[in-house]
């Protein structure tokens, strides 16, 4: 029933690797994933779709701090392989880019480096293995910010890397740091993607108890708001203007209520340390980029309107159920054009990942 799947939005095949159309006779052996590959056609014209908020971890790296992978959430999390790729086809994904969720903030210098550098290796073989499925986010010791940076020059121009994947904060340091200005600097200069997934707001873990799972239903987006509202208003954007980043489910709770920063100093003007913004703080969201796990069609719709529509990018955080189907959300959504949808499925994540919309 899958292969003439028709929306009002377009239609979608099920393809084989080399973009034949499939039969049920030979669909089973057509992947590498064991299954059939959705093609994701809007207005007649396919496009690449791209996942930029997607997980693993790496085995190896975990057993360097005593962690069992198979305790992560998420089926498989610590593969990349048939079923993850099996995954992507059944829903719709081209490529995903993959980041490792920052696990190593709290080790001393010299375990950060072994361990982002066997997840950095590692994810950089396991991408190569599919180049034209999946891209890396590279993973830096953030804690020792001179290590950060050659991680990174390393991790982009000798393993491919496409972008960095950081948490929301280090260890209570914020990234308007100016610590951190040299990492930020060097990913300016090679003109890649930051990728900000959040890691909850742990000093909040007392208020989060209880039912709910509140650490992450709302720690996460919090942990998103509070770093952004730091790059934002200490002007870490004014002084690298050229910096990229994306930000995870939404941006979390920041474009949802984004008019109030550009009140609050307003409101108490004594609060202002003097920093001189070029901008109204809501214009910098709007130089940003978020994904699009923000779940219904009326979130998406709020989403665009405050950040801009060439500003979202397709996250699922598969292997972790949030989303059943992220393709589906953008593709029915009755608030956005064609060449709209186009953006957002994987036109606006090519250009800042480098990945041409070519088969
Ligand atoms: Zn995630």
Not at 105 to 117: L, P, Q, T
Not at 174 to 190: S, T
Not at 335 to 344: E, G, L, P, T
Request: charge should be negative.
């Amino acid at each position: 029933m899958h292969d003439h799947n028709h929306t009002h939005a377009g239609e979608l095949q099920f393809v084989d690797c080399q973009g034949h159309a499939l039969t049920a006779t030979n669909e089973a052996a057509a992947q590498p994933g064991g299954g059939r590959r959705r093609q994701v056609i809007v207005a007649g014209k396919r496009v690449k779709t791209i996942d930029v908020h997607a997980h693993c971890v790496i085995p190896k790296a975990l057993e360097l701090q005593g962690k069992d992978h198979t305790k992560e959430r998420g089926p498989d999390i610590g593969y990349v392989g048939a079923r993850r790729l099996r995954e992507m086809d059944e829903q719709g994904i081209d490529v995903e880019a993959i980041s490792i969720n920052p696990h190593w903030y709290m080790e001393g210098r010299d375990k950060a480096v072994e361990i982002c550098k066997i997840n950095n290796e590692t994810l950089a073989e396991l991408c190569a293995a599919h180049p034209d499925r999946f891209v890396g986010f590279a993973a830096l010791t953030l804690q020792a910010p001179d290590v950060a940076v050659q991680q990174l020059e390393h991790a982009v121009k000798k393993l491919g890397m496409r972008g960095a994947a950081i948490g929301g904060s280090v260890v209570g340091d914020e990234f308007a740091n100016p610590k951190f200005d040299a990492v930020w600097r060097k990913a300016e200069d090679l003109g890649i993607l930051l990728f900000i997934h959040p890691q909850s707001t742990p000093e909040l873990n007392n208020r989060f108890k209880g039912n709910g799972w509140l650490a992450n239903t709302i720690g996460n987006p919090l942990d998103t708001t509070i770093a952004l509202s730091h790059i934002i208003f200490e002007g870490t954007l004014d002084k690298f203007p050229g910096l990229k980043i994306c930000s995870a489910h939404g941006g979390g709770f920041l474009p949802s209520y984004a008019p109030r920063s550009d009140n609050s100093l307003r409101v108490a003007p004594e609060m202002d340390t003097g920093v001189k913004l070029k901008k109204k703080p809501t214009e910098y969201m709007r130089d940003m980029y978020y994904d699009t796990l923000v779940f219904t069609d009326e979130a998406l719709r709020h989403l665009a309107h405050e950040v801009g529509v060439e500003r979202l990018v397709i996250g699922t955080d598969h292997p972790i159920p949030w989303q059943a189907d992220s393709i589906n959300h953008v593709l029915n959504c009755p608030h956005f054009n064609d060449a709209q949808k186009r953006m957002m499925l994987g036109e606006t994540a090519g250009k800042l990942l480098g990945i041409s919309q070519e088969f």
